[in-house]
């Protein structure tokens, strides 16, 4: 599901393991995205670790060339992105991660499908509470225009309407921050009902867990 921070997670993750210098030979993150066929993915990760693989090579050549030189970067921590559909490691040309070579994957999803397939461990990242996600909407549309007693019922119902979705609630408030105009709030409220059912359809956040092997964040 989009807008439960699984991405702000992956490269908080990403920046977390950077920070240990001494766990990891090398930590690459790569936003996979959308319709990404496995020669994508491939040129996706060489490109990331600074590395040429051949474009004219068939999937299989590319494979080995990736693997290889992922397996010359030593213990290395891979960090997957907004992964739409399942795939093989080995045929993308990455090493499987196991407790012996200390390598670590971890994927964000937006389907849990993805992560039964990966064979991931999966922690679910809840939605906000009703009183946490106006708190956030607060502190990112500002508290001044909480004066307004016209404005503040109508303010209650678009935060209502982000569906306790991080991201939705931050996007929204920072666009309505400053704005005294009563029918621009009117509406914004009318846009966000014209697409609740779209945003609460989805209403189940999960992300992955960093493991010795793969971990796999969905929904």
């Not at 068939?58 to 494979?63: I, K």
């Not at 994957?105 to 499908?113: A, E």
């Amino acid at each position: 599901m989009s807008g439960v921070g699984k991405t702000s997670l992956s490269k908080h993750v990403n920046n977390e393991l950077i920070k240990d210098a001494n766990k990891f030979n090398i930590v690459v993150w790569v936003n996979v995205s959308r319709n990404c066929s496995v020669t994508a993915l491939q040129s996706k990760i060489a490109k990331a670790v600074n590395v040429v693989i051949p474009e004219d090579e068939d999937e299989t050549m590319r494979a080995g060339v990736l693997s290889k030189m992922l397996h010359q970067k030593g213990r290395y921590a891979l960090i997957l992105d907004d992964v739409w559909e399942s795939f093989s490691l080995e045929e993308v040309g990455i090493p499987e991660p196991t407790t012996g070579n200390g390598s670590k994957l971890v994927l964000t999803t937006r389907s849990l499908d993805v992560c039964h397939r990966m064979d991931c461990r999966v922690i679910t990242m809840e939605l906000l509470p009703q009183a946490d996600a106006w708190t956030l909407f607060l502190n990112k549309v500002g508290q001044g225009l909480m004066s307004s007693a016209e404005i503040v019922p109508v303010a209650r119902y678009v935060a209502e309407r982000c569906g306790g979705l991080p991201w939705v609630i931050i996007t929204v408030a920072s666009s309505m921050r400053g704005e005294y105009n009563i029918q621009i709030w009117r509406n914004t409220l009318k846009e966000l009902n014209r697409n609740v059912q779209t945003i609460n359809g989805d209403a189940m956040g999960v992300a992955v867990a960093v493991a010795n092997g793969t971990g796999c964040a969905g929904p």
